[in-house]
C-alpha cells in the first residue's frame, strides 16, 4: 500500500494543513449602507493602518460616525488621520468609495464588488487594480486584472485608488524560514516536494524510471489519489501547428 499524497491528507483538515485563523484581525469588507446613506455622503477616518498575518496588503481600520467601523484593504497614497467618503456624493479622490456609475471613465479602482452589498470582491491584493471602461445601458464595463471585461451593476461599490504593497513579490525570500513562515500563515505546505521526485508508491508520477511518462491529465471524477497534474483538461499536450 502506498503513502496517502498531499491533496488527500490536507482533505483530512489536520492542523498541518489549517490557517493561523486566529491571528487574523477582521474580514476587508464594505459596511452595510442605506439608500439614503448611498445617495448622500457618509464621512469617515482612518484610525489606524496595520498588517494582517497572511493577506499580502496593509489593513485600514476605518471609523465611521455613530461608532460604526470597517476594516479594508489600504489604496496607495493612504494615511492614519485620512478622510473617508462613501456614497454618490464623495470627492473622486484615492480611498473613498463610490457606486460604479459615479465613477468617471479610465479611473483605476480596487474593492470592486460584483452584487450590490457583498463587501467588495475583486481587485484586494497587493498591487492590484481594475479600469472603468465604459457606462452603458447593460451597467458599468470594468476590465479586471487579468485583462477581462465584466459588465457590473451600476449600484456596486468601489475604492478609487491601487491596492498598496505593488512589487511585493519581486523581493526574494532569501531564507527558506521566510518562505515557510509565509506560507503557514496562509495554511500552505512548505517545502513542496515534486511528485516526480518521489517513490512509485508516493505519487502517482513517481518513479525512477524517466522514460515514459505517464500523462498527466486526469479525469474531474478521479479518485484523490489520482487527481493529481492536468485536472479535466480541454487541451492537453504541446499544441500542434495548423496545417492548411
Known amino acids: 500500500m502506498g503513502k496517502r499524497i498531499r491533496v488527500q491528507r490536507r482533505g483530512r483538515g489536520s492542523s498541518t494543513f489549517r ?4 491571528k487574523r484581525v477582521a474580514p476587508a469588507k464594505y ?20 498588517h494582517e498575518s497572511g493577506r499580502g496588503s496593509p489593513l485600514a481600520k476605518i471609523r465611521l ?5 470597517y476594516y479594508f484593504v489600504v489604496p ?3 494615511h492614519e488621520g485620512q ?18 456609475k459615479d465613477i468617471p471613465e479610465g479611473a483605476m479602482i480596487c474593492g470592486i464588488e460584483l452584487s450590490p452589498g457583498d463587501g467588495g470582491k475583486i481587485a484586494r491584493s497587493s498591487g492590484a487594480y481594475a479600469t472603468v471602461v ?6 458599468t464595463m470594468i476590465k479586471f486584472p487579468s485583462g477581462k471585461t465584466k459588465y457590473v451593476n451600476d449600484l456596486c461599490r468601489a475604492t478609487i485608488g491601487i491596492v498598496s504593497g505593488a512589487g ?3 523581493k526574494p525570500f532569501l531564507k527558506a524560514g521566510s518562505k515557510y513562515h509565509h506560507k503557514k500563515a496562509k495554511g500552505h505546505k512548505y517545502p513542496r516536494t515534486r511528485g516526480i521526485a518521489m517513490v512509485a508508491a508516493a505519487h502517482p508520477f513517481g518513479s525512477s524510471k524517466k522514460g515514459g511518462r505517464k500523462v498527466t491529465t486526469v479525469a474531474r471524477g478521479a479518485p484523490p489519489g489520482r487527481k493529481v497534474g492536468l485536472i479535466a483538461a480541454r487541451g492537453a499536450g504541446k499544441r500542434q501547428k495548423r496545417r492548411d
Not at 490557517?19 to 486566529?22: L, N, R
Not at 459596511?31 to 496595520?50: A, C, D, Y
Not at 460616525?65 to 467601523?69: A, F, G, L, T
Not at 465604459?134 to 451597467?139: D, E, I, S, V
Open 76 to 78: 496607495e497614497g493612504t
Open 134 to 139: 465604459a457606462h452603458t445601458p447593460q451597467g
Open 83 to 100: 478622510e473617508i467618503q462613501l456614497g454618490r456624493q464623495a470627492r473622486i479622490d484615492i480611498g473613498n468609495v463610490l457606486p460604479l
Open 65 to 69: 460616525p455613530q461608532n460604526q467601523e
Open 168 to 170: 511585493r513579490l519581486e
Open 19 to 22: 490557517a493561523s485563523t486566529q
Open 31 to 50: 459596511p452595510p449602507i442605506t439608500n439614503e446613506q448611498l445617495e448622500s455622503v457618509v464621512k469617515g477616518r482612518v484610525e489606524s493602518i496595520f
